[in-house]
């Protein structure tokens, strides 16, 4: 059994695939940029003002001004401001020559020939000066940035319509167990319905990862070898879910050991969730996860999805870590594991745990909007103590 | 000018579109549930081991037990086990009949002839009893429901394979600016590229609309009327970006004059993003946002995704409010609008402000997780102090 730290570092020496596509910007959400955006204008590009006033002289600010004219955004004004003279300005429109600085609206009276007084005490330049937010050439997203709303507008400004990004990595996957049925049926006696096939389908196209699922295989062990076996080198990540019904420690590792793989993880210091297998054969990397959706779920979160993310070179690839005020005091008997527990996020914005019966409970998670993280050897959270939050 | 919470009043007056479709479970992803999920079977739906070890009747542990078969899960024994008896069970795998408790591998031990040895003091069941989690009939996921990668799991626990989803409200929008061009191109004078569109794209896709971008319009009355009419009644939401160039305040809201419509809101207590424009003609919501992409972002999160949210029949439709520590001080001169300060969570779990130069600085979300909320009248938040944050 390793830490979580541990597996951690194992993450963070995965090789990123740096396989590159070229994607229309408005289809490019949540893909992982492969390349650096560099700005190609200085960003404002040109000397703009920040209010709706008037354009003028500072040193005239005393005197009554002439409205030379009027400009909206959009409009360039070549001639040059004379002493006494002013524009109307609106925001976002560039200063005529001449002009070092805009008069709000609000400061200003016009009298009935139409002449500009500035009627307050002292005023700000109100321009957005040219570069001042970003110089041409700058790095203004960096590789391996996830794709967010913000950064279209950014990629947008900069005139980046085809944004590089990295491939998704391909992860094909089955569920093991021979109690388990396809949810479109009605289970009998001892069987149950395949409840996490669709939770990974779901957690794996959120990570951004191209999904194949391969169906239900029951636990045996020949079939279950010769599943992995001729899927190796067809995708990036294999993943096999379950394995319970012939004990979690021992069907799977065996059945990775027949097939020649390497196994890094066989355990992670954690609960729920400590049975977890890492392992890899001909670079492609291969994870058992367990049959309970619960410790499922939270094994994808804390070691697949932040592989995932790695393989497609993401710059920031474990979840992050929210401090957050605990709603309700939180104790356990013994605990030399790290400790996730399911809470919502209340009307305080605190984390509350939800109802969990263990990992078995199914439903648990539907109020769920993360874990709280409890480390190892640590047995009570106060009430309003500040912890770590996942968010899920 | 209204409060950020009569505006949340408004919005929780909307009604929603109340038109639903069926969609493959697997699909279902991020869509809002139109009916609760109710159990079909009992859950578990009989009594199981919860551990791999031993099922044996407890009046018998200070005995030997004679070990009669091994029951993997998904198989069913209907013989009755008697006293003195035993079987090998797994995790997941129903109980015999006639055993009340199942006792751990690790406090057993086994003689040379087979016979399973009780060496602990005492043991607990370890089953998990039919029913315990949830009964059949049970509400176990609520309409307006998001459906996240957890609900999946439930639903497909329950058989539901084709959850009834509320249908994506439909976005026509255009953006206003005689100084924009699309960022195919190369901005000469004072022309800007129009990173609006790009991001709202992105906003409304993941607030679960079905967006219709429309391209650039200029500042013409006439035209800016034209397209709002044509459009009425054809999309649930028309919105509109922008406007600056002939002054926020005014423009747009001559023209939903002009076209007839209600205006509810034109401007919120907030910074940035003041001037903002809800209005209402024949059942179509109108948007006006500012043409500054980061107070249009802000607006998008503060009003209109609520809206969308809310159309949609999600039962919760304002954004989630996080408490978090503040990574530095925050420090404004006078403060009567409610104040949203960019921010990215840092190392520690806390909000760390970014730069930000103003509602211009099309940059300042590069690196932002949220916004922290300061409350209109508050000044000064220290470090280290509790704030609420909005996540993005």
Redo the contacts between chains.
């Keep these: 059994m390793i830490t979580i730290n541990e597996s951690n570092l194992i993450v963070a020496k995965i090789k990123p695939l740096e396989v590159t596509e070229k994607i229309g910007?408005?289809n490019s959400?949540d893909r992982i940029l492969a390349n650096p955006i560099v700005a190609?204008?200085d960003?404002?590009?040109?000397d703009?003002s920040?209010m709706?006033g008037y354009a003028c002289k500072r040193k005239d600010l005393q005197k009554p001004m002439k409205v030379v004219g009027v400009i909206?955004?959009?409009?360039?004004v070549n001639e040059v401001v004379q002493t006494g003279e002013c524009y109307r300005i609106?925001?976002?429109?560039?200063l005529p020559p001449g002009t070092d600085c805009v008069i709000m609206q609000e400061d200003t009276t016009v009298d009935s020939n139409g002449l500009v007084y500035f009627k307050a005490e002292k005023t700000k330049d109100n321009i957005?000066y040219c570069g001042?937010?970003?110089k041409a050439g700058k790095i203004?997203?960096e590789a391996g940035?996830r794709i967010?709303?913000?950064?279209?507008?950014?990629?947008?400004?900069?005139?980046?319509?085809e944004p590089t990004v990295t491939k998704k990595p391909t992860v094909t996957f089955f569920c093991s167990?021979?109690?388990?049925i396809e949810?479109?049926?009605?289970?009998q006696?001892?069987?149950?319905?395949?409840?996490?096939?669709?939770?990974?389908?779901?957690?794996l196209?959120?990570a951004g990862a191209q999904v194949n699922?391969k169906g239900i295989i029951s636990?045996d062990f020949e079939l279950v070898s010769q599943s992995l076996k001729s899927n190796i080198g067809k995708a990036d990540i294999i993943i096999i879910t379950g394995g319970?019904?012939?004990?979690?420690f021992d069907f799977i590792p065996s059945v990775l050991k027949n097939i020649g793989a390497e196994i890094r993880i066989s355990a992670l210091n954690m609960q729920p969730g400590k049975p977890v297998l890492f392992a890899i054969l001909n670079n492609t990397l291969i994870f058992g996860l367990s049959?309970n959706?619960v410790s499922s779920?939270l094994q994808f979160k804390v070691l697949v999805e932040p592989v995932i993310l790695r393989l497609s070179g993401a710059n920031s690839f474990l979840p992050?870590?929210?401090?957050?005020?605990l709603a309700k005091e939180i104790v356990r008997k013994k605990g030399n594991r790290q400790l996730y527990i399911p809470v919502g996020?209340n009307e305080?914005?605190?984390a509350e745990p939800v109802r969990f019966?263990?990992s078995?409970?199914?439903?648990a998670?539907?109020l769920?909007?993360g874990f709280v993280v409890v480390k190892p050897n640590i047995t009570i959270l106060k009430s309003d103590e500040?912890v770590?939050m996942i968010?899920?």
């Design positions: 910007l408005n959400l190609d204008i960003q404002p590009s040109f703009k920040a709706d909206a955004a959009g409009t360039v609106f925001t976002g429109a560039p957005c001042e937010d970003t203004v997203v940035t967010r709303p913000q950064h279209l507008a950014i990629m947008a400004s900069y005139g980046v319509v167990g021979s109690e388990l949810p479109t049926d009605k289970p006696g001892a069987m149950i319905r395949n409840s996490n096939a669709s939770q990974l389908i779901g957690q196209t959120e699922y636990d319970a019904s012939v004990g979690d049959g959706p779920f992050t870590l929210v401090k957050i005020p996020i305080l914005g605190q019966n263990g078995a409970h199914i439903n998670l539907n769920a909007n500040l770590y968010l899920i």
